[in-house]
Every structure is written in structure tokens, then in C-alpha cells.
């Protein structure tokens, strides 16, 4: 099934996509939810981002310390994201330091999967891998993604935190170092099922930028090229109180099907979120009902929210997101843009408590 999917979408891109072009018979074509049955389907909650004392200097909890913690917070799947080395062996820890304690992923009824932050240029997770670059010396983040995928064919990467790289108020030339279209290229190089994202959400919410970033790729890569929303804890030790900041919901029949969570990270078929008051979760879609007839998509929530935000593209003036629509229903046949994405926002007063964020739809206009 390998490439099968970007396949598809480079038979897409050899039709003219225009960002904004005239209003019209505009139609969906990339729904990353069209495979979910919203009855059915359970909502498997996720870190993809997570730090050991196994990582000298980086982490202060036990392996098992931090498999703990995230199973007391519900948690159904959890990648220990080590730098540059595999803090995994199915988590029989104790074969890794005699001072850590086994984990039984079925008896917890999690997820546990492999993978690390490789970290030296721009650091980047890579998942459903054991291939460690401790000892591996590579120049760019590409000499170490072709390495990976050479090794795991089944690896599957997201670009992390790259406010941590870019900025905002940046005036980037195009061949710039991590200027937005040295993100385009990054993208434009690697399959989305070997390259599925980028972090939009970090801890408590550390680089807020981010999503404008995203929104800045996506006006230009959508519908032809997805470019999917992680958010993450990127847990570095402590108690309860360092975690469940930042999490993604992914939709799966079998919630221990480590391929099927795989598949929803390909698919876009989860969505991201974050809280800034982690002892409760944020809100949660109920589900989205998309109607190609009508040509509309509709959000249904559970839990309080204060209100839904359509956003697409960015302001040319500020470089930051654009809301272009309001409400629980998107009406799309006479919108000019090439994608759109909900965000369910739940506010306290002045301060934001919570933020739920979709996939992006991809449109075409036709002639």
C-alpha cells in the first residue's frame, strides 16, 4: 500500500489549483474523516511526544514513570520520543536499566509505540521505528528521514515544534533556512505516509505561531498535499501537573491496532487539541457530517464550547491565520478557497481555556 496514497494525489496536482480562485461549483476533495464511522468508532486519546531519564539530561521520569502517568489520564497510546535513541523494547524496560520496571501495553490496554525525536537540525519525531542515530552522524534532517525510511520502510514522521526555527515576523527569502518554503520542499519531497505533519500544539501551548505556520503551508500545499495537525505534551518529567497539555483524538475500530492508529496518522482521521487547564479534558467532537450534496460540513461537539472558527490561509499584511467563516456549519459550493479547518475554541472570561482543532478539507473549483 506504500505510496499509494501520494499517488493519488499527484494525479490531483496535475490540475491547476489556484489559492483563491472565482466563486463557484467548489467541491470537496480531501475529507480526512470520510472513513470514520462516528457511532462506531472509538476516540483513542494519544502523546506522540514524550521524554525519559533513558535520554540523559533531557528527561527526569523512569521509562515506566511516564507509561504510568499517561494511563492514569486515559490515555490509549503513547510514543516515548527519546533523542536520537529507542526507549521501547516493547516496554520491558528493565532490560534497558536495572532501576525501571516493566510495562504490559495490552494489560494497560495502550498503544506503545516505538520511535524518537531525532534532534539535531530541526528536530523531527519519527515513529514506528527502532532506527537510533546516536552513533550516526548525518548532515541534514534529509540525510537522516532517507536513512530511517531506508531502514523502516513503515516509519512515519512529523515535523516538531518548529516555532522553535521560524518566526512569525521573519522576512524570509524563499531559499532561507526553515522559511515557508523551505517547509513547502520538505513536504513536497516525502510521501505523506512517510512525512504526515507538523506540531501545532506543544506542551502548554509553548510556540502559539505554529498555526500560523500551518495555515501558511496548507494555503499553498492544499488539496494536493495534506499536511496534518499533531499536538503533543513533549513530556520532559514530573507529576501529573506536566502533563495532558496538548493531546490528539484518533478515531480507530480496534483501539490496540497499532497498524490502524499508524493508518489514522496517514489518513488525518484524528484530530488536536489543547487545554490550559489539564486536569479536565477540552472539548471533543461528537462527530462531522459532511454533505457533498449540499456542500457543507457540520460540527457537532461534546462538551462547552463559546464558539467554532472556520480558518484558511493567512493574512497577507500580518502572516496570521484568517477566520473566514463562523459556526457549527461550513457552506463551502461558493467558497474560493482550496482548504478550510474548524477550530472549536471553549474560552473563561478572557482567558482561553481550550482549543480543538480539525484536519483541513481540501476543495477544487470547477471551470
Known amino acids: 500500500m506504500k505510496k499509494l496514497f501520494l499517488m493519488a494525489l499527484l494525479l490531483i496536482g496535475g490540475m491547476t489549483v489556484a489559492a483563491c480562485g472565482e466563486a463557484g461549483d467548489t467541491y470537496l476533495e480531501v475529507n480526512p474523516y470520510e472513513g470514520v464511522d ?27 514513570e511516564a507509561v504510568d502517568l499517561y494511563e492514569e489520564m486515559g490515555y490509549g497510546a503513547l510514543a516515548i520520543t527519546d533523542h536520537d535513541l529507542v526507549t521501547y523494547n516493547e516496554w520491558r524496560f528493565s532490560e534497558l536499566d536495572d532501576r525501571y520496571e516493566d510495562r504490559d501495553p495490552e494489560e494497560l490496554g495502550m498503544i506503545a509505540i516505538p520511535g524518537n ?122 507529576d501529573l501537573s506536566e502533563v495532558h497539555w496538548s493531546m490528539s483524538f484518533h478515531l480507530m475500530e480496534d483501539t490496540m ?49 463559546d464558539e467554532i472558527r472556520w480558518k484558511s490561509g493567512v493574512s497577507e499584511e500580518t502572516g496570521r491565520s484568517r477566520v473566514v467563516a463562523r459556526g457549527e456549519v461550513f457552506e463551502y459550493a461558493e467558497f474560493e478557497g482550496n482548504y478550510v479547518r474548524a477550530e472549536i475554541v471553549y474560552e473563561e472570561g478572557m482567558r482561553k481555556h481550550a482549543e480543538v482543532l480539525t484536519q483541513p478539507f481540501g476543495f477544487m473549483q470547477e471551470d
Open 38 to 64: 462516528w457511532e462506531a468508532h472509538e476516540q483513542v486519546l494519544a502523546n506522540l511526544h514524550t521524554h525519559t531519564d533513558y535520554d540523559d539530561g533531557h528527561g527526569d521520569a523512569y521509562p515506566h
Open 117 to 238: 525525536e531525532y534532534s539535531r537540525e530541526h528536530h523531527f519525531n519519527g515513529l514506528f521505528t527502532t532506527y537510533c542515530t546516536q552513533d550516526v552522524y548525518y548532515d541534514t534532517e534529509r540525510e537522516a528521514m532517507d536513512n530511517i525510511l531506508a531502514e523502516d520502510e513503515d516509519a512515519l514522521m512529523f515535523l516538531a515544534h518548529p516555532g522553535r526555527y521560524w518566526e512569525l515576523d521573519e522576512d524570509y527569502d524563499p531559499e532561507d533556512e526553515y522559511s515557508p518554503q523551505w517547509y513547502l520542499d520538505f513536504y513536497d519531497e516525502y510521501a505523506i505516509d512517510e512525512l504526515a505533519g507538523i506540531e501545532v500544539f506543544n506542551t502548554q501551548d509553548r510556540y502559539p505561531d505554529d498555526r500560523h505556520l500551518w495555515d501558511r503551508l496548507l494555503q499553498d500545499a492544499m488539496p494536493n498535499r495534506p499536511i496534518w495537525a499533531f499536538a503533543n505534551d513533549d513530556y520532559h518529567g514530573g
Open 257 to 305: 491496532d497499532e497498524d490502524e492508529f499508524r493508518q489514522t496518522m496517514v489518513d488525518g482521521a484524528f484530530y488536536a487539541a489543547y487545554t490550559r487547564n489539564n486536569e479536565a479534558s477540552p472539548p471533543q467532537i461528537d462527530e462531522i457530517i459532511v454533505d457533498e450534496d449540499d456542500r457543507s460540513i457540520e460540527i457537532v461537539v461534546d462538551g462547552d464550547y
